[in-house]
């Protein structure tokens, strides 16, 4: 926000230079972005406001500010309103509606009015801020916004159908134009939402507003008004936030409404608005003013204890230091005396309206601090130590830190990537799910819940090798979110995914470079599922849509499909803008959670050595490895196979067509003893029968 050196005089009397201005302000916890010099002998600040201070959104706020650290006294502009013979009330009438809304709704009429340009100085200092000059009129309710902070809007009185002023919901299909000149649909089928998000300013037929965002261009102010119907007026920060947002449209007077604005400035900018009108363009302003007020909520009043800021501070400040400086802030101060020498002594606390920031005890404390100086508060001070209590992880959240660790441990690093996906993407990854439409999303494109983790993983991919990043393992571990029903309801799941790029590791000149491949993307698989002991699964070859059906896999667990993982599909490569190749995997890992067992029980050393023999088998084409691995540790589940290891595939001409020639490594040892050679010889031989008769396997000379 830009803040006029001299105009800030006009408010509070002081005598720092402009340096020693935004020096003062940086102190009380403003951010000066920037101190230029304008023509003539004025400089320009240009202040970042935060959030909760929308006070400080004009000069009369900045001017409190500096009163606070100078102990002078801001000022409010004093303004007598001439006024003519005609009363209001013969002339218009005002209908809130929704008073929730709009608590306070007020308006004055100015009749036979010039519009004219304004006078330089006016033209200055509302450029002097950014703004752009138009007329008189609308110069003067912009002044009169950067002065005390309240947005005002002006009606060509005229063009109100019977002149009055309707404030309600917008209705079903209706539309408006805007003074930017955009028709606005304020129910439109294509946005997410209803018309009754937005609040609406109306005649007595349609829209000329929209409340607390902008005006609209057929009641706009233009060479040829004459009357003026002036809006003040206090509207529901939700309401105008979801408006604003619904539109996709952001004001100077939006973004004082969302953040709030102050109930008792409404007549007073009103007043200080009508008065100027009347100077700039003649007229006569008629007398009183409509004001439709609900109520006006009671100031807030805080206990405050002296003892406890010095024990939170660190300071010790007396009980006139804490007055004095509550009282240059605009707080009203009672004292209350403690009725025995045990109790705390009180300060009861009356907060001005203009302090919406300040809801309990602690906030008077902080602003103590801020006008103290965090610099007086010693570096050797020390916090109070607080006793633990409770907030000890659940076991299922102790499950995921260790899963992620694991993750770590082999390479891949975590990324967090929002719950939010564009229609589009959904469909690419999933066909079995209806995608959970936002009602008020912030974009179009992030307009659903994700079905699937990999859509925006993909998108992280593409990031880093679009900035010359090509070696990328990374994996999210969240929820992803899914519905069948036409009612909209849906189920929350974890899910675990995962993408790998690049090379299989950091290449250094003494290896060679190894790419990241298929063969590397199962191993990583196996491996994580066996460190998190999950030792029993199979790994199925599948024809995947979205990933090379050479090249996909589908992971079960228990007869359950667990997750599926491969290379990525070539048609994704463009879509997403990737260089390849591109190996990916999607885990159920909310029903993976019911095997993980992170317990590790101690076994002594083997005292008996394993015997390691290795079969060499001619199988069908179309026979999985996995398949023959099954059929032999089913074979020896209650005997003495320990574990199966695949070291060779041929496909060579002494292979019969239609066939494959595999090689694997059996180890058969006993807990008890060492096997002889004609139990392993016997256990092998049943090995064979087994797979002969079940797969049509055969032994192949090596």
Known sequence: MK?????LKEFVSFTLSPQELAGKLTMLGFEVEELFKQEGEDYILDLKITPNRPDCLSHLGIAREIATVTGAKAFLPQNKVVEGNYKIEE?????VEDSQACPRYSARVI???????????LKRRIESVGL???????????????????PLHAFDFNRLKERRIVVRRAKPNEKITTLDGLERNLSSPNRLGSSEEILVIADAEKPVALAGIMGGLESEVGETTEDILLESAYFNPT??????????????????????????????ALNRAAEMIRSLGGGKICQGYLDVFSNEPPLLELNLRPERINKILGI??????????????????TMHSAETPILEEILEVGIPSFRLDIKEEIDLIEEIARVHGYDKIESGFCLPVCQKTGGQKSEKEKIIAKVKEILNALGLTEVYTLSFMSPSAQKEFSNTFEAVTLKNPLSLEISTLRLRLLPNLLEILSYNQNHQISDVRIFELGKIYESKSEKRDFQERLSLAGVVSGLEKPHHWQDGIKTFDFFALKGLIQTFLTSIGVEIFQMRQANLEKLCSAKGITIWLNNNLLGYGGELNLSLYKEYDLKGPVFVFELDFEFLLKYISLKKEYKPLPKFLAIRRDLALLVPQTIESQKIVEIIQKTGKRKWIEKVELFDLYQGEQIPRGNKGLGFSIFYKAEDRTLTEEEVHSLEQEILTHLEEEIGAKRRAR
């Open 3 to 7: 803040i006029s050196y001299n105009w």
């Open 91 to 95: 002339v218009t009438e005002v209908l």
């Open 111 to 121: 009749l036979g009015v010039k519009i004219a340009p304004s006078p330089d100085w």
């Open 132 to 150: 752009r000059p138009v007329n008189n009129v609308v110069d003067a309710t912009n002044f009169v916004l950067m002065e005390m902070g309240h």
């Open 239 to 268: 309401v105008i936030h979801r408006g604003s947002r619904f539109l996709q449209l952001k004001t100077e007077a939006s973004y004082r409404f969302e953040r709030g604005t102050i109930l008792g400035n409404i007549p007073i």
């Open 316 to 333: 010790k400040l007396s009980r006139e230091e804490v007055c004095q400086i509550l009282e240059r802030l605009g707080f009203t101060v």
